[in-house]
């Protein structure tokens, strides 16, 4: 019996240190950018990608460990969820300004 072919999948997380959505690079780092992220097309990839997620989880180096579903565009990977298209994107909103390289605004 065959068995359907794997969905291209990333691992997702949020930073510890800071919040900022993250995906899991081919370099076995974080990165800030999906089109870097490490795709995983088949079963074992993806097994190995939940095992880079739970470690990486177990060191507190991230939080809210996801693998995701991705469609493979011309310009890069696309989450099929809209959550994780807007988690791609960045924040919404400006929540740290001085980060930005802009000065905090006084309560």
């Known amino acids: 019996m065959k068995t359907a ?3 291209t999948k990333v691992l997702t997380a949020n930073r510890l240190s800071d919040g ?7 370099n076995g780092e974080w990165t800030a950018s999906l089109k870097d992220a490490l ?3 088949h079963e074992d990839a993806v097994a ?3 095992a880079a ?3 990486a989880l177990a060191d507190n180096r991230v939080v809210d460990v996801n693998v995701i579903d991705i469609e493979e565009t011309p ?3 696309r989450p099929y969820r809209l959550r994780e298209r807007i988690r791609a994107a960045g924040p919404t909103i400006d929540y740290a300004p001085a980060q930005a390289g802009r000065p905090a605004q006084a309560a």
């Open 5 to 7: 072919p794997t969905k």
């Open 39 to 41: 795709l995983a097309r």
């Open 20 to 26: 900022i959505a993250v995906w899991l690079g081919a």
């Open 53 to 55: 997620g739970a470690q």
């Open 48 to 50: 190995a990608l939940e």
């Open 75 to 77: 310009a890069g990977p």
